[in-house]
């Protein structure tokens, strides 16, 4: 059985995320009011829904590939995640990291969604961890050839 995402419009803008294709991992959302991002600033552009996950789940929101491209436009906490217990407003911060205003408008695609299954763990506290080969090497540990 296919797990059910309810969807509740909060106003008369609000648009239900949507697969554009077979087989896509992400929804689209959509934005619900205008906004207008000057370069280099953030906002909080509305979807006018709020959601209830299918349990053991949570929703990513991610950008889209082509705002990013053609518009410099991003999702600033991404991936964003909504988790199963939020019952609000979904909205999306959005960053214009080009060198043009960019005008988001009412039922523009704006992010995607990707549900994905939660896992959850038992917190220990250790003195020591297991060890590998890669250990504490961190950033630039691999080089970049």
């Given at each position: 059985?296919?797990?059910?995402?309810?969807?509740?419009?909060l106003?008369?803008?609000?648009r239900?995320?949507?697969?554009?294709?077979?087989?896509?991992?992400g929804?689209?959302?959509?934005?619900?009011?205008?906004?207008?991002?000057?370069?280099?600033?953030?906002?909080?552009?509305?979807?006018?829904?709020?959601?209830?996950?299918?349990?053991?789940?949570?929703?990513?929101?991610?950008?889209?590939?082509?705002?990013?491209?053609?518009?410099?436009?991003?999702?600033?906490?991404?991936?964003?995640?909504?988790?199963?217990?939020?019952?609000?407003?979904?909205?999306?911060?959005?960053?214009?990291?080009?060198?043009?205003?960019?005008?988001?408008?009412?039922?523009?695609?704006?992010?995607?969604?990707?549900?994905?299954?939660?896992?959850?763990?038992?917190?220990?506290?250790?003195?020591?961890?297991?060890?590998?080969?890669?250990?504490?090497?961190?950033?630039?540990?691999?080089?970049?050839?």
């Amino acid at each position: 059985m296919t797990p059910v995402l309810k969807v509740k419009r909060l106003n008369s803008h609000a648009r239900i995320p949507a697969y554009a294709h077979e087989g896509d991992a992400g929804l689209d959302l959509f934005a619900s009011a205008p906004v207008v991002l000057q370069p280099g600033e953030s906002a909080l552009v509305p979807t006018g829904i709020s959601i209830e996950l299918p349990p053991g789940t949570e929703a990513q929101v991610r950008p889209r590939s082509g705002l990013a491209l053609n518009h410099q436009i991003t999702v600033l906490n991404s991936p964003g995640t909504i988790d199963a217990g939020y019952r609000g407003e979904i909205g999306v911060i959005l960053i214009n990291h080009g060198r043009h205003p960019f005008e988001v408008t009412i039922g523009m695609k704006i992010a995607q969604m990707v549900i994905q299954p939660v896992l959850r763990v038992t917190v220990e506290a250790s003195e020591a961890l297991s060890n590998t080969t890669r250990g504490e090497k961190g950033f630039g540990s691999t080089g970049l050839r």
